[in-house]
């Protein structure tokens, strides 16, 4: 079956670190990638995402490239700011017919 | 353009009573979800429509849960009656497409004591 699998946290970074969220799949096809981010109070956002092998999906400095040989899909950023602290979700997708999720990494940026 | 919309955004409710739960997607949105969050977990899909047709529905604990979609729009979920363990974030969200990202709305905070 398919499934997601991230990077516990919760991740504590100093303003200007650099930041990796590590993420992993399972599937039984060729899924779509994806990164969504959820700020305090709020839905879930799109990200970045990456829809084949070897893509880079890539937004607001942050950065995912997809590695069909690893089955992964790590996030990175080379330089956080304190309005990045959120939870990260990786998730896939393949042919639409539902979103599979991790659990949430949340990330907090201190000055 | 106006992104997915939900109501009400907060519900507690004592258990064995009902509670629904409105989204109005993006408009020209053919897919729509229904996903459950438990605190710390990522969501878990309830129920996804193509236009009006519920096409999954596997995952809904359906001796409680009921949703509708009428006219292909707008949606509605249901519990009758809660349970202590239905409490989470009930997250809708569409696509204009199956093959493309999924746009979440806010969600609703389900408290059920």
């Known amino acids: 079956g398919n499934s997601v699998t991230q990077m516990e946290g919760p991740v504590t970074l100093s303003e200007e670190a650099f930041l990796t969220i590590n993420c992993t799949y399972t599937?039984?096809?060729?899924?779509?990638l994806f990164w969504y981010v959820q700020y305090p109070g709020e839905g879930l956002q799109l990200l970045l995402k990456?829809?084949?092998?070897?893509d880079k999906g890539s937004n607001k400095g942050f950065e995912a490239t997809y590695r069909k040989e690893t089955t992964s899909f790590h996030l990175e950023k080379g330089s956080v700011q304190v309005s990045d602290s959120a939870v990260y979700f990786c998730?896939?997708?393949?042919?639409?017919?539902?979103?599979?999720f991790g659990t949430g990494t949340s990330l907090t940026v201190i000055p | 353009e106006a992104g997915v919309v939900q109501s009400p955004r907060y519900k507690i409710i004592e258990k064995k009573q009902p509670v629904a739960f409105w989204c109005n997607p993006i408009s020209g949105h053919n897919t729509l979800y229904w996903y459950r969050q438990n605190l710390g977990q990522g969501p878990e899909l309830l129920i996804r429509y193509e236009n009006e047709e519920a096409v999954d529905d596997s995952q809904l604990p359906k001796d409680r849960f009921s949703a509708e979609r009428l006219k292909g729009v707008d949606s509605t979920l249901k519990i009758q009656p809660a349970e202590l363990g239905d409490s989470a974030v009930y997250l809708c969200a569409s696509s204009p497409r199956r093959d493309t990202e999924a746009f979440f709305g806010q969600g609703t905070r389900l408290t059920v004591v």
């Open positions: 990456a829809t084949k092998a070897d």
């Open positions: 599937a039984t096809g060729y899924p779509s």
């Open positions: 998730a896939l997708s393949e042919g639409g017919n539902q979103f599979y």
